[in-house]
């Protein structure tokens, strides 16, 4: 009888799950294609470019999602050091002269030819998997903290604070439901925040960067010329949006609206409804998640999960949340919308994960 049991189990997965995840990245290939033509058609003369290469990351990213729901979860747990040593080796290598380059003011990518890779991408997933190991073997906080400090610092030699706190949510919250005590959770949180407000506070561009979600109106041609175009953008949508294909701010107006700033595109061509709209949807997919987290059978199936899914969050959150003026510009990618391989090809491997834990979950 459990023999049956556990094998039914294990031919089901979460359909739910996985229905939002590609409605998701279809969403977002629908809304990429919008928003990121007039800055391909400038840059690259194809208006199509950055959705061609976003299409066929996407279609990685699904075959690399169906192979992770087939694997055993468990397989995670016997690889996790290996993984998470040479996600660490990547984040090493974009520091090195000619193959790691560097963009706007950070090291954080590798060129390999035709291809160009983000390691931080990749090591949101593979600290999930590795912390998510330590926390059901091992119960010293060395063991947990140590790898976590190792992640951030290299995060931070980059810089690139916004994956700072979305890694640092996934640590956090992993140690959350490990089991810790309260008072050393509650102690480890304010620790963190403290450091990362000296770290705000030292750095003159993060500064800069709080200054200016203060005090909206300062440098509006220099400073704050970002988050008044998206405020502009967000305001033009009105209730129910210009119409589809028929935002202003995506015609050079706007920086960044191929990646960071995406959902601002969205919310001006759907207005507050369809935003709003999009968003619950966005909500269900993460309460999904965190429902198999809460079903998982183990203490490395759900710390797993409870990381992928506070990454995932996390990262919406304050993507989102940056756009509407209530957290500074991060430069956060929207999870299923902003252009770029790796974190679509991370993303979708963690939601495979997530799949294959959620056929052994408990009824």
């Given at each position: ?38 800055l ?10 950055f959705?061609k ?11 690399l999602?169906?192979?992770a ?8 747990e016997?690889?996790?050091?290996i ?8 984040m ?8 790691g ?13 035709p ?12 600290l ?8 059901s ?26 994956t ?24 480890t ?8 407000f ?8 993060r ?28 305001g033009s ?6 119409g ?39 909500v269900?997919?993460v ?6 987290a ?7 199936s759900?710390v797993?999960?409870c ?5 995932i969050?996390?990262?919406?959150l ?5 756009m ?5 510009l991060?430069?956060?990618?929207l999870?299923?919308?902003?252009y ?12 495979g ?11």
């Amino acid at each position: 009888m459990r023999k049956n049991k556990l094998q039914r189990q294990a031919s089901t997965i979460d359909k739910k799950f996985l229905l939002l995840s590609l409605f998701l990245t279809v969403v977002g290939l629908v809304a990429l294609a919008d928003a990121s033509a007039p800055l391909a058609q400038r840059n690259f003369g194809d208006k199509f470019f950055f959705l061609k290469q976003q299409i066929v990351w996407a279609g990685v990213g699904i075959v690399l999602l169906f192979i992770a729901s087939k694997i055993h979860y468990r397989l995670w747990e016997k690889i996790a050091t290996i993984i998470f040593f040479l996600s660490l080796f990547g984040m090493l290598m974009v520091f090195i002269p000619g193959i790691g380059t560097k963009l706007l003011g950070a090291r954080r990518w590798l060129v390999l030819g035709p291809i160009t890779i983000q390691p931080s991408e990749f090591l949101k997933l593979t600290l999930a998997i590795y912390l998510a190991k330590v926390s059901s073997k091992n119960k010293k906080l060395a063991a947990y903290f140590v790898p976590l400090i190792l992640a951030l610092s290299l995060i931070m030699l980059q810089p690139d604070l916004g994956t700072a706190i979305v890694v640092s949510t996934i640590g956090m919250a992993q140690l959350f439901v490990s089991g810790i005590s309260l008072i050393y959770f509650a102690s480890t949180l304010a620790l963190g925040g403290v450091l990362g407000f000296i770290l705000i506070i030292t750095s003159e561009y993060r500064r800069d960067r709080l200054l200016t979600f203060f005090e909206q109106t300062r440098d509006p041609l220099d400073k704050s010329y970002h988050i008044r175009q998206i405020l502009l953008a967000l305001g033009s949508g009105g209730l129910f949006g210009v119409g589809l294909g028929q935002s202003r701010q995506k015609y050079l107006f706007l920086p960044e609206t191929a990646t960071d700033s995406i959902f601002a595109i969205i919310a001006e061509e759907i207005g507050f409804l369809g935003a709003s709209i999009l968003i619950i949807i966005i909500v269900i997919f993460v309460i999904r998640g965190f429902a198999i987290a809460r079903a998982s059978p183990d203490t490395f199936s759900r710390v797993l999960s409870c990381g992928i899914m506070s990454w995932i969050g996390a990262q919406t959150l304050l993507n989102i949340g940056s756009m509407v003026a209530i957290v500074p510009l991060t430069g956060i990618p929207l999870p299923f919308f902003s252009y770029g391989g790796s974190s679509l090809i991370a993303l979708l491997i963690g939601c495979g994960i997530l799949l294959n834990i959620s056929k052994y979950g408990k009824e």
